[in-house]
């Protein structure tokens, strides 16, 4: 079975300023995708960058980049010029291949606050 | 080009009974999957449909089922409602030819149970 770890519930930044969020998976597939998507209080799930497992570039995604680390099986998100506007809930989520077909698994999620 | 729609908005039910959640995905898209997410957890996967039937399921019990009409919309019915049953009901759709990892979420249904 996949897991995934988010272990910083809470984290705060100052506008402007570089915040990295983590997350760790658990897979035995080969083959797979790594998503991070952003929660707002209005609670519209949205992608904010994918990476596929097979690519060993990390995705970026204007100010989001991330950094895969396949053997490590780590998976963290930088958000760069932090803007008041990303407040929100970050989930890490994995889907994989012919094992656990098209189900996302999410970690707890990442409480993330910008502050003026 | 309207996304993926879910109805109601918000629901308010009480113990027992059954209640029934709607989704429309978006356009050219012919799979869909029901995610509950409890307060302040991450989405959990309910069941995913395709060409009218049940693909894959998660840990959840019998209470909840769904169906997939012709028109690829989808239905999420849950029986015997518990209080723990209060949850964001969030459906996802995608294309199954174009890949499953690009999932489209709706805004969700705001179950109460009381």
């Known amino acids: 079975a996949q897991t995934v770890t988010q272990s910083q519930p809470e984290m705060s930044v100052q506008e402007a300023e570089t915040v990295t969020l983590s997350c760790t998976y658990d897979?035995?597939?080969?083959?797979?995708?790594l998503f991070w998507y952003k929660q707002p209080p209005s609670r519209q799930m949205i992608l904010v960058i994918r990476q596929e497992a097979y690519k060993q570039q990390n995705a970026t995604e204007n100010r989001f980049s991330v950094n895969f680390q396949k053997a490590a099986k780590s998976f963290s998100l930088k958000i760069s010029d932090s803007q008041l506007g990303d407040t929100a809930m970050y989930f890490c989520a994995f889907i994989g291949g012919e094992t656990s077909g098209s189900r996302l698994t999410f970690g707890e999620g990442t409480q993330l606050t910008v502050n003026p | 080009d309207a996304g993926v729609t879910q109805s109601p908005t918000h629901l308010i039910k009480t113990r027992g009974q059954q209640v029934t959640l709607r989704c429309s995905p978006k356009s050219g898209h012919d799979t869909v999957s029901w995610y509950q997410q409890a307060l302040g957890q991450g989405p959990q996967f309910i069941f995913q449909?395709?060409?009218?039937?049940?693909?894959q399921r998660g840990n959840f019990p019998d209470r909840f089922s769904g169906h997939q009409f012709p028109n690829y919309s989808s239905e999420l019915n849950v029986n015997a409602l518990l209080l723990g049953d209060s949850a964001l009901y969030l459906c996802?759709?995608?294309?199954?030819?174009?890949?499953?990892?690009?999932?489209?979420f709706g805004s969700g249904t705001q179950l109460s149970v009381l």
């Open positions: 996802a759709s995608s294309q199954r030819q174009a890949g499953n990892e690009k999932l489209f």
């Open positions: 449909y395709y060409e009218e039937e049940e693909r």
């Open positions: 897979t035995s597939e080969s083959n797979y995708y």
